[in-house]
């Protein structure tokens, strides 16, 4: 592996999900108070910026390709040039690095390490904090499989992902001590879905560096609400060989005829007993590890 650059930002704040942490929800707090932050000498990437300029992919590629022999690797600077507006320390969220919603089902991103790295190799790790949200595996199971639908993927049915993980029981301290693996030498700080619907703006105040950022009524994203039960049934049905595009515009048509239904519920006392209790063993786990 090459050395890292030495000219990264003074200071890298990096919040990699989970989704449906209230990711998105964070992020248009933290966009309405872009200026302030900016003030207080904190430069934060929007959402539709990080997206538009296809940030994620370009670290990725940069790191990939020149794991080849004397290929020059692009600092971070340089990459993230087209981005800045002035101050040096960087804010990014963005829970797209480590994968999307139908890799949370899967068992909290297979690929983490692998997405991770690009990063850290680019990175100043003693000068970088991670962020990471979770939460309670009975409410994100079902949040994660409905926006997995409403993203267009083609996946199995809510009970296979179920079975698997009332089997296999991944945990978010195993997910923790990955992403340790991959920063070993950067701080590491984590909260709560709970935490965050408690009092969002300490926790966006937390991830932005700032000691109070203003008061701002920042509306629930209707596009990351939960499905419901009859949107979820018509879309399960779709032809799975549709074209993404018209599976995507079927899928929007679908959610927005059917806003008024039940929302998708696909647990059983029991079992929402059962990952509710793993859920709380494995915060226990969490909280033994010496975390902020």
Not at 115 to 120: A, D, I, M
Request: avoid cysteine; aromatic fraction near 10%.
């Amino acid at each position: 592996m090459q050395a890292k650059q030495e000219n990264a930002p003074i200071e890298w704040r990096l919040h990699i999900g989970a989704h449906k942490t209230a990711t998105t929800h964070l992020q248009d707090i933290l966009a309405a108070n872009r200026h302030q932050l900016a003030v207080a000498g904190f430069d934060y990437f929007p959402r539709n910026l990080v997206r538009q300029s296809k940030l994620a992919s370009v670290i990725n590629q940069n790191y990939w390709q020149t794991q080849r022999p004397y290929s020059r690797r692009i600092s971070l600077e340089e990459l993230v040039m087209p981005l800045r507006s002035g101050p040096e320390k960087i804010i990014v969220s963005e829970e797209n690095i480590i994968g999307n919603s139908a890799q949370l089902l899967k068992g909290l991103y297979p690929d983490l390490q692998s997405r991770l790295v690009p990063w850290s190799s680019i990175m100043d790790e003693r000068k970088t904090t991670v962020f990471v949200s979770l939460r309670n595996f009975a409410d994100v199971l079902p949040s994660a499989y409905s926006q997995a639908l409403r993203d267009g993927s083609v996946i199995p049915p809510f009970r296979h992902f179920l079975a698997f993980w009332l089997e296999k029981r991944p945990k978010w301290s195993q997910f923790i001590s990955r992403v340790r693996e991959v920063f070993p030498n950067s701080r590491l700080r984590v909260w709560t879905f709970d935490e965050y619907s408690e009092n969002s703006l300490r926790i966006a105040s937390l991830l932005g560096g700032v000691a109070n950022l203003k008061i701002i009524d920042v509306p629930i994203p209707r596009q990351t609400k939960i499905l419901s039960w009859e949107a979820i049934n018509y879309i399960e049905k779709l032809d799975p060989r549709l074209p993404f595009l018209e599976r995507r515009q079927r899928i929007l048509d679908i959610a927005s005829s059917t806003v008024e239904s039940d929302p998708f519920s696909p647990l059983n006392k029991f079992e929402r007993n059962e990952l509710a209790d793993y859920y709380m063993r494995d915060m226990e786990l969490i909280r033994s590890m010496g975390l902020d």
